[in-house]
């Protein structure tokens, strides 16, 4: 079948609001001369959970990392964040109260937990708020021990990372991004690393996660969550988004011949 040029065709699940979330227009973004992003449009309604699928250098962490502006795109950007647009027209110069924002109301999680190794897993989730003064130390304590009940960690808390598994330290991570209260959670193959018996802890968290109505950006190679807990799934080849619709359409009924080969490798 030949394909067709892709019209926009933006998932509206049930559960998510009109209200939008966050925003990206035409977002480009270039390494050297090799051009990563290709003018991303992407909207996202409060409370939709985004699965993002394709090949390995296809641009899924680059364009994760412009949304909380690791990386400076080159044109473009336009984070809308809960109805509030942060940064102006030049992504190259937002401004540091923009940055601050996006970092305090973005929460991302790596495939590389980057805990601080010389710290508990109750000083991890407590740092940030703590330099934020989000509260009396007490007050965080209490927070950060309930992030922790929360991903199954409250018999953990005193333990440094080094004595924690992998999956048990992706969960720190997670509540440490949850800390800060953020709007929207990027998550970047947080399962890759994981040993394949502690995979599915850390997809629970993050199903309750969405269960509980947080937005979400997944990058991930588990279809299996794509289908069941995410509400949209898209396809990115490229650098571009190549297909956009529900896990149905996506996973089960592909319009695109490089979707479904893609998909034909990895399902
Ligand atoms: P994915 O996450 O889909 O595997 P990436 O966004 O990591 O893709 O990478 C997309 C392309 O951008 C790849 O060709 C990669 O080599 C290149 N790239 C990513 N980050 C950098 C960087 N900091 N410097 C140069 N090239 C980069
Ligand atoms: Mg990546």
Redesign the pocket.
């Known amino acids: 079948m030949k394909d067709t040029c892709m019209t926009a065709n933006p998932a509206t699940p049930a559960r998510a609001h009109d209200r939008p979330m966050l925003e990206l227009v035409n977002l480009r973004?270039s390494?050297?001369n090799?051009t990563?992003?290709h003018g991303v449009d992407l909207k996202v309604p409060a409370g939709q959970v985004v699965s993002i699928i394709?090949?390995?250098?296809?641009?899924?962490?680059?364009?994760?990392?412009c949304v909380n502006h690791l990386?400076t795109p080159d044109a473009g950007s336009a984070v809308l964040i809960d109805g509030q647009r942060i940064g102006g027209p030049d992504p190259a110069r937002v401004s540091r109260r923009d940055l601050r924002r996006r970092r305090v109301e973005i929460g991302m999680v790596f495939q590389h937990f980057n805990l601080f190794p010389n710290m508990t897993a109750l000083e991890n989730v407590m740092e940030a708020p703590l330099a934020h003064r989000r509260g009396t130390r007490a007050e965080i304590r209490d927070m950060a021990a309930g992030l922790l009940d929360r991903v199954g960690l409250a018999d953990r808390m005193d333990h440094h990372p080094g004595k924690l598994s992998g999956g048990q330290q992706q969960r720190v991570a997670i509540a440490r991004a949850l800390a800060m209260t953020p709007k929207l959670m990027l998550f970047?193959?947080v399962t890759s690393a994981l040993d394949p018996e502690l995979v599915d802890d850390v997809l629970q968290v993050m199903r309750q996660l969405a269960e509980e109505g947080m937005t979400m950006l997944v990058?991930t190679h588990e279809m299996a969550f794509a289908e069941d807990v995410g509400d949209r799934v898209i396809f990115?080849a490229d650098?571009a988004i190549h297909e956009d619709g529900t896990p149905a359409e996506v996973l089960r009924n592909p319009q695109q011949a490089r979707t479904r080969s893609f998909l034909g490798r990895a399902m």
């Open positions: 973004k390494f050297g090799k990563v992003l394709g090949a390995s250098g296809s641009g899924k962490s680059t364009l994760l990392r990386e970047d193959e990058v990115m650098g």
